[in-house]
């Protein structure tokens, strides 16, 4: 891969399974050593989107270029320049560290002299130096998941594809898995990470917002968060939740109104109702109302807000 | 390519190595259903329940009905006064056979003539009519040579529920009648087919399952280096099986090993190949193990039915024959039983190997090209 090619190019992916569309035409580009979060709701079609970069699901329409070589036409190609964590844990439970290492080195034909050495970072990378001969089984979760990630980039892929490589890990050892995705992208290694835990779209040089299959919003974290709820967000504490949320989504100069945990978060338009006066409609509807204070959006705030603007207006562009 | 051959193959050992069951799983059924058929499923009979109605009292008919007696095969439980009770015996299940001497046979007897001689049979259950019904002519060809010149003739008629009966010469290759020799053979086929067609099917499933094979699938590893990785343990494995069980018969239970064992070798591998072979494409059709459990149950059980282990395929209804054409068992079991029991080599067995070969190229073929490394 010469260093001009972008590492991953998307154009118009599409997916169906039968009638059901599963990721309907994303376009994106990938430059090297870019790491880039795939964020989504359950089913938003991240992982098909991967396992069609990966070569294992045939695009139904548009194509996408990873290394520089088309995924359907050329996914041997592809194959070699990629390491994939699948969403399913994907080490052998009865094999020991090394033998899972061993074995993994073996499929991508690590050669004899570079051997030890591979398995001996992987080690290292996973935290498991004196674990080597335990069987994978007894691992925790997140070594299972740094030794699942070392096994994909003993053959020292330019590219990484990781679907969901955090789930249901403990915060530490997700903010440690972290750690690793960078120091790899240090390294040059093109990384496409998918999470459904929005906190972690901090991590990411950019996101890519999916959503029901359609790539929703793509930027910085700081560019999603700054220009994407064209608002002020403030944050309520309110009950009963649902007659306030259903108020609030009524009443003018609210662009938008979500339930977050046990508060109220409401988009206010420029020049709208002020604090007071959201307090006081409030107040009218019979609604007992607490703190009320502006605050910096969260990406799920962006989310909601990309999601409902979509809603309300089928087809408008991200 | 045999690098990663040689990783699958080391992998899938130290997981049957790593599995305590499987040591437990691949040997005891083996065993178990060895000795079962071995002893409890022959088709030998001992001491069937025997009436006798001797109407013609002559030295001629109780010398018959003493080689009866004297068969550990026969128990006479009744000798019968007159044909009612015969009839009787019969009847409220007393006896199962009747043989029944009419007056006049010693007579027949000197004047050269056919001597008719009536057995009568409970064909409830028709494996031990037919098998005493061999016995009876065994007993009887005996005795007509002792007679000689004269001629005996044996007529059977059946009692309740009918069957017709012919006697036909079935073409034992042990004069003793000993099912066990003519069984043990189709045994080691038939267990050897269940194991190495659930073995392969699960484990690629298994892994389908766990979400390894998607790992693997994308990976640079060729469908012919995976498949070659999956399908080489449970070859050697069936080897294995074919190996102990045939020690146990020839040790055991001593059947004969009349013939050429590179004859037994060859009819092995590619036995081997086509359960592999079966296995792997089954597991193609599978995502869950629930899945190849259940194809499994539909698709290999029946083979076993329609092999002629048990039940002759020659009797089978003519569309039920040409589904046991593309039976890989059905072609071993007449490898094994031939090379067994009669010594036959390849210029008759050919047609036999041939047919397994050809399965097994068939079934690896299709295999193979539904293994794309794809999740389509
Ligand atoms: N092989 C398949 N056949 C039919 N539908 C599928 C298949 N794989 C995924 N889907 C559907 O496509 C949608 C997207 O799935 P997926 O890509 O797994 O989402 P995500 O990874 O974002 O949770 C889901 O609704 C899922 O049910
Ligand atoms: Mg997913």
Request: proline share 4%; with cysteine; hydrophobic share 50%.
């Amino acid at each position: 891969m010469s260093s001009g090619t972008p590492a991953v190019v998307v154009d118009r992916l599409t997916k169906r399974f039968d009638e059901f569309t599963a990721v309907d035409g994303i376009t994106l580009t990938i430059g090297r050593g870019e790491v880039v979060g795939f964020i989504g709701p359950n089913g938003a079609g991240k992982s098909t989107t991967l396992r069609m970069l990966c070569g294992l699901l045939t695009p139904t329409a548009g194509q996408a270029t990873v290394a520089g070589y088309d995924v359907a036409r050329e996914p041997e190609k592809v194959r070699q320049n990629i390491g994939y964590m699948s969403q399913k844990f994907s080490l052998y439970g009865d094999l020991t560290v090394r033998e899972n290492l061993r074995f993994f080195a073996g499929i991508y034909r690590v050669r004899r002299e570079d051997l030890g050495s591979r398995m001996d970072f992987a080690i290292r990378m996973a935290g498991l130096e004196g674990r080597e001969d335990v069987q994978v089984t007894t691992l925790a979760g997140g070594w299972k998941q740094r030794l699942a990630l070392g096994c994909a980039i003993l053959h020292r892929p330019p590219i990484l594809f990781l679907d969901e490589p955090t789930s249901g890990v403990e915060p530490e050892a997700r903010r440690r898995f972290w750690d690793l995705i960078h120091d790899l992208a240090a390294d040059g290694v093109t990384i496409l990470v998918s999470t459904h835990y929005m906190d972690e779209a901090e991590y990411c040089n950019r996101i890519a917002l999916i959503n029901q299959g359609r790539l929703i919003a793509l930027g910085t974290p700081r560019e999603l968060k700054g220009s994407r709820l064209g608002g002020q967000l403030v944050e309520i504490a309110c009950a009963p939740l649902g007659k306030a949320l259903a108020r609030m989504s009524a009443a003018p100069g609210v662009l938008d109104a979500a339930i977050f945990g046990d508060k109220l978060h409401v988009v206010m338009a420029e020049g709208g109702l002020d604090l007071a006066g959201l307090r006081q409609a409030l107040a009218d509807g019979g609604i007992q109302v607490g703190e009320a204070r502006a605050v910096r959006p969260s990406l799920e705030d962006v989310f909601v807000r990309i999601v409902t603007r979509k809603q309300d207006a089928p087809g408008a562009a991200a | 390519m045999y690098e990663r051959i040689a990783v699958m193959l080391m992998k899938e050992f130290l997981q049957l190595k790593r599995d305590r069951w499987a040591k437990f799983r691949l040997v005891v059924p083996l065993l178990i259903q060895m000795l079962v058929f071995g002893y409890a499923a022959t088709f030998t009979v001992h001491h069937v329940a025997t009436t006798v109605l001797d109407l013609d009292r002559s030295q001629a008919s109780r010398a018959l009905v003493s080689h009866f007696v004297a068969s550990s095969r026969f128990q006479v439980v009744d000798w019968a006064q007159n044909q009612a009770q015969v009839t009787r015996d019969i009847n409220e299940g007393r006896a199962v056979i009747a043989i029944v001497i009419h007056a006049g046979f010693a007579k027949d007897l000197e004047n050269g003539q056919q001597a008719p001689l009536q057995v009568i049979v409970d064909g409830t259950n028709s494996n031990t009519a037919l098998i005493a019904l061999s016995y009876i002519s065994q007993i009887v060809g005996l005795f007509s040579q002792d007679q000689a010149p004269a001629m005996l003739r044996t007529a059977a008629s059946a009692a309740v529920p009918a069957v017709s009966i012919s006697l036909e010469p079935r073409p034992w290759f042990n004069d003793d009648l000993n099912e066990r020799w003519f069984f043990i053979p189709g045994v080691i086929g038939t267990i050897t087919l269940l194991q190495v067609v659930s073995l392969t099917a699960f484990a690629v499933v298994r892994e389908r399952e766990v979400g390894t094979l998607e790992q693997i699938m994308v990976s640079p590893i060729r469908p012919v280096e995976f498949i070659l990785g999956k399908t080489v343990p449970f070859f050697l494995i069936g080897l294995g099986d074919v190996a102990l069980v045939s020690a146990f018969g020839i040790l055991w239970f001593r059947v004969p090993f009349i013939g050429s064992p590179l004859v037994m070798f060859a009819g092995t591998v590619l036995f081997l190949l086509a359960a592999v072979s079966l296995g792997l494409l089954l597991s193609t059709f599978s995502r869950t193990q629930q899945q190849a459990f259940a194809l499994n149950f539909f698709f290999v059980n029946p083979l076993f039915i329609l092999s002629g282990f048990a039940f002759p395929i020659a009797a089978m209804p003519a569309w039920l024959q040409g589904v046991t054409v593309v039976n890989p068992l059905r072609y071993f079991l007449v490898v094994i039983r031939a090379v067994f029991l009669k010594g036959v080599g390849f210029p008759a067995l050919w047609p036999d190997l041939g047919a397994m070969a050809l399965l097994a190229s068939v079934m690896l073929a299709a295999s193979i090209l539904r293994f794309h490394k794809s999740l389509d």
